[in-house]
């Protein structure tokens, strides 16, 4: 079993940052995909970044260029930098992992608090 535990969240004014950080454990290999999602209330989780173990990252439309996804292999944790940050951000963030050989998310944190407010 895998445990990924966030930490990072907080209260931010608009244009801020937050730093957010993933610590994997448990039978985790660095070979899983990692990403971000994000759920708003009301809304549906979304796919914000992922990151494989060699570094390739994708992003959401929404956020390029404001947030970066990074690995540290030899810690199992992933960070999700975010700068630049608007109200419509606010969500519950979710770390999650999956296998390379599958496209199923398997692995879920328990999510942390971003709310961007003034």
């Known amino acids: 079993q895998v445990q990924l535990v966030e930490s990072g969240g907080g209260l931010v004014q608009p244009g801020g940052s937050l730093r957010l950080s993933c610590a994997a454990s448990?039978?985790?290999?660095?070979?899983?995909?990692m990403g971000w999602y994000r759920q708003a209330p009301g809304e549906q989780r979304e796919l914000v970044a992922t990151?494989?173990?060699?570094?390739?990252?994708n992003y959401a439309d929404s956020v390029k260029g404001r947030f970066t996804i990074s690995r540290d292999n030899a810690k199992n944790t992933v960070y999700l930098q975010m700068s630049s940050l608007k109200p419509e951000d606010t969500a519950v963030y979710y770390c999650?992992?999956?296998?390379?050989?599958?496209?199923?998310?398997?692995?879920w944190g328990q999510g942390t608090q971003v709310t961007v407010s003034s």
């Open positions: 448990g039978s985790f290999s660095s070979r899983y995909v």
């Open positions: 999650s992992a999956r296998k390379l050989t599958t496209v199923l998310w398997a692995y």
């Open positions: 990151i494989t173990t060699g570094g390739g990252t």
